[in-house]
């Protein structure tokens, strides 16, 4: 079937405006995982969904960031006040489940972000 | 915390070149390692990956990558890189256990084969 989605695949907006960016994970995939690329530096993990158990959020990097995964499947992370620091290229994985030995995770496109 | 180091940002390399890119981790205990790849407009997919046995893993499109514990290395390796191989390739390292999900990537490096 379809791999994991991403929209918008691009998004300007203007700084202190809030953005919404959704996730459409494989069908059947319980685990679900958001990441954000900033020019320059590695994959940082954001937040994870393991079915119906409360998320990691761990690694948001402020208050300005939430996520929610609504029956279990479509995602959205939301940037409250965007920054010019926030730009940057968010993924977006899913897999089976969450032990990362036996369960690839797949990745979506990603969602370029820009803070003017 | 893990953290994972990737020694070279761009690599310049000639069709039928060998190819050899490094990979540190700093994490004392068992670890899962993965490369993986994202060619021009493609999504990030999955190139290789080890988990226990062989310490040389062989994974798509001719490309292998050895363990070395003693080093904290994971070299990805290919004896002769072809255009089509340019991407950039990014090095991921997973702790079993608390937090098993996560994945600690590297910065990533950028292959540029040049016909």
């Known amino acids: 079937g379809a791999g994991v989605s991403q929209s918008p695949s691009n998004k300007v907006t203007e700084k202190g405006k809030d953005v919404e960016l959704r996730c459409d994970p494989i069908?059947?995939?319980?685990?679900l995982y958001w990441y954000r690329q900033s020019l320059g530096q590695g994959l940082e993990f954001l937040i994870y969904f393991q079915g119906n158990s409360a998320p990691d959020k761990s690694g948001l990097p402020s208050d300005r960031f939430s996520a929610e995964r609504t029956g279990g499947s479509v995602s959205t992370l939301t940037i409250q006040r965007t920054q010019q620091e926030d730009s940057a290229v968010y993924l977006c994985?899913?897999?089976?489940?969450?032990?990362?030995?036996?369960?690839?995770?797949?990745f979506g496109a990603g969602t370029r972000l820009s803070v003017l | 915390a893990q953290s994972v180091s990737q020694h070279n940002h761009h690599v310049i390399l000639s069709e039928a070149a060998s190819l050899e890119l490094g990979c540190n981790y700093s994490y004392g205990g068992t670890v899962n390692l993965f490369w993986y790849v994202q060619y021009p407009g493609q999504h990030l997919q999955l190139l290789l990956k080890?988990?226990?046995?062989?310490?040389l893993v062989k994974g798509i499109k001719g490309f292998e990558a050895e363990f070395i514990k003693s080093k904290f290395s994971f070299n990805l390796r290919k004896p002769s890189v072809q255009w089509s191989d340019t991407a950039e390739y990014l090095c991921a390292v997973n702790a079993p256990g608390a937090g098993s999900y996560q994945l600690t990537f590297g910065k990533g490096t950028k292959l540029s084969v040049i016909p």
């Open positions: 069908s059947g995939h319980t685990a």
């Open positions: 080890y988990f226990s046995g062989d310490p």
């Open positions: 994985a899913s897999s089976l489940a969450q032990n990362v030995a036996k369960n690839i995770q797949y």
